[in-house]
């Protein structure tokens, strides 16, 4: 474990900790923690743009950000959540292309920055790297193909009900059964594909139905078998 220093704050980081970097050798976490950057951001913070040159990747130390796409009517598309642990950006600098999406912490979060050519070498020279990378990059493709595939066939209730699993999935819920994370009525939105206003008629429609109840932005989930039920998908 290695110390980091970004003004004020002190980072105490082990990279092997990351899915990513676990099975690498001594010598090779050695070389990039020699690399790689700390930084610590504040709320809403845009990380990367969509269409910049990023050059490396960010691994999610701490804190949660919102991947999304930004459509001709400048209007976010939420393509997925990035949380501790995590890798972003690794796509366009594999592919060595501008970034296809942006970044946006949803909280403060710590990120580390790994350079672009750290990656390609151990992309080259580490196998067990490779496909980790490979590994994560056809579950990213595989959870975009789903997302088009709801997009057109199910109903915005549907899918509503679906996002609110995913969201469950993804970050638990705490003691009082809530989700952890609160999202804004618009993100939700731009996660289901769909107007604000929308989102919002269904939500009061899924807490008159008792299914949730809604605490500012947070949401608790009181009937899970009805939110499956409602999303139309097996579990």
């Given at each position: ?186 993100d939700l939105a731009n996660m289901v ?43």
């Open positions: 474990m290695r110390r980091y220093f970004d003004q004020n704050d002190i980072f105490c980081l082990d990279l092997k900790k990351f899915e990513l970097l676990c099975d690498l050798s001594d010598a090779d976490i050695e070389t990039i923690e020699k690399k790689i950057n700390m930084t610590k951001l504040k709320k809403n913070s845009v990380v990367y743009h969509e269409g910049c040159n990023i050059g490396g990747i960010y691994l999610v130390v701490s804190g949660i950000l919102k991947i999304y796409k930004t459509g001709y009517d400048g209007k976010e598309q939420i393509i997925r959540f990035a949380k501790s642990g995590d890798p972003i950006g690794y796509r366009s600098v594999i592919a060595n292309e501008p970034a296809c999406t942006s970044a946006e912490t949803l909280t403060e979060a710590s990120l580390c920055y790994i350079p672009g050519d750290e990656i390609h070498r151990l992309f080259k020279e580490n196998k067990d790297f490779a496909m980790s990378l490979m590994l994560t990059m056809c579950k990213e493709l595989a959870e975009s193909n789903k997302f088009l595939l709801d997009l057109a066939q199910k109903t915005v209730r549907e899918r509503l009900a679906e996002v609110l699993l995913l969201l469950m999935d993804a970050f638990d819920l705490d003691e009082e059964k809530r989700l952890r994370i609160a999202l804004t009525r618009e594909g769909t107007a604000t206003e929308s989102v919002i008629r269904l939500l009061s429609e899924f807490k008159q139905d008792k299914i949730i109840e809604l605490q500012g932005r947070y949401i608790k989930l009181l009937n899970v078998p009805q939110l499956i039920k409602l999303s139309n998908i097996r579990i």
